[in-house]
């Protein structure tokens, strides 16, 4: 009933820029924070970044200044614009929703399947 579908991984320089996209399919939730992970390979997963359906945000202290998180509420899709990339932002970067059932009030947490970014210096 909820799926997040992520998009514009890659493989990019050091400086380069990247732009993922998540998008939600859902029907009889409402979709309220809606979050960018990362995991890199002997790493725990790490929150890159978080946009209320309000618009407030809110970023790990490692990619301030370089990614800004935005969404569209009427596409129910989140983006993460990733400028000057690092190679230590080489990772599988995760989108996240927290919604709530229209039907019982239930509030939910999904995970998307992860897109690959790889930064080379």
């Known amino acids: 009933q909820v799926q997040l579908v992520e998009s514009g991984g890659g493989l990019v320089q050091a400086g380069e820029s990247l732009r993922l996209s998540c998008a939600a399919s859902?029907?009889?939730?409402?979709?309220?924070?809606m979050d960018w992970y990362r995991q890199a390979p002997g790493k725990q997963r790490e929150l890159v970044a978080s946009?209320?359906?309000?618009?407030?945000?809110n970023y790990g202290d490692s990619v301030k200044g370089r990614f800004t998180i935005s969404r569209d509420n009427a596409k129910n899709t989140v983006y993460l614009q990733m400028n000057s990339l690092k190679p230590e932002d080489t990772a599988t970067y995760y989108c996240?929703?927290?919604?709530?059932?229209?039907?019982?009030?239930?509030?939910?947490?999904?995970w998307g399947q992860g897109t690959q970014v790889t930064v080379s210096s």
């Open positions: 996240h929703a927290d919604v709530q059932s229209v039907v019982n009030s239930r509030w939910s947490s999904y």
């Open positions: 859902l029907r009889m939730f409402s979709i309220y924070d």
């Open positions: 946009i209320s359906s309000g618009g407030s945000t």
